[in-house]
């Protein structure tokens, strides 16, 4: 079975600072993985995901993610964060092939950004 | 945004009654799946759903039961809410595979006292 770890609970910035959320995932098989983000008191959206390809993945809002396969990480980044980045992110996977359709997250990573 | 809706969005109820939150989708997306989201836990799988009447356990199944009896409708029924089922719940929906972006509902809050 697949699993996650977010390896911050909480990420305090200051704007206009880069940042960077770590994501390791363990599998014995492909998996696709994703990150999605959660404004306060709204449901999850699609930040970006690698599906095979270039190990370097962009997504909305200025984000990016390089895929590890070595270190099984997958990490966001972003150069110059903003206040509205203020956020809850997970990173996810799920397994490539077979019949297999779940979709496993991290606990989350809170991404504070001051002013 | 997807077409994807849940109701009822708060919901307030007492340990020991059923309750069932539905979630409606106008994506004509096969796959549904039901999560809760509790703090330090991030979003863990209860059920989902790969086509009408065909669904499957998730990680934290017990104490829930779903039914799909059409494309754009998903039930989750707490048949004996408890105290631990607090928590907030969302919907989600996918075209196909694994390799699909999942989009999720705007959540639904319950509160079991």
């Known amino acids: 079975a697949q699993s996650v770890t977010q390896l911050d609970s909480q990420v305090p910035v200051f704007e206009e600072a880069p940042v960077e959320l770590r994501c390791n995932y363990s599998s014995s098989v492909s998996v696709y993985l994703f990150w999605y983000v959660q404004y306060p008191n709204q449901g999850l959206q699609l930040l970006l995901k690698?599906?095979?390809?270039?190990?370097l993945v962009k997504g909305i809002n200025g984000f990016e993610a390089e895929f590890n396969k070595s270190q099984t990480s997958f990490h966001l980044r972003k150069p110059s964060v903003h206040i509205s980045d203020t956020a809850e992110y997970f990173c996810a996977v799920s397994v490539s092939g077979g019949s297999n359709y779940k979709l496993t997250f991290g606990k989350g990573t809170l991404l504070t950004v001051n002013p | 945004d997807a077409g994807i809706t849940q109701s009822p969005r708060h919901k307030v109820t007492e340990t020991g009654t059923p309750v069932t939150l539905r979630c409606h989708q106008t994506e004509n997306h096969r796959y549904m799946y039901w999560y809760r989201q509790d703090p330090g836990h991030g979003l863990r799988l209860i059920h989902y759903?790969?086509?009408?009447?065909?669904?499957d356990k998730g990680e934290v199944s017990d104490g829930y039961s779903v039914s799909r009896s059409k494309t754009e409708d998903f039930l989750l029924t707490l048949e004996s809410a408890t105290s631990s089922q607090t928590s907030v719940y969302f919907c989600?929906?996918?075209?196909?595979?694994?390799?699909?972006?999942?989009?999720f509902g705007p959540g639904t809050r319950l509160l079991v006292l």
């Open positions: 690698y599906l095979s390809g270039s190990t």
């Open positions: 989600a929906i996918s075209e196909q595979g694994p390799q699909e972006t999942q989009y």
């Open positions: 759903s790969y086509g009408v009447k065909d669904t």
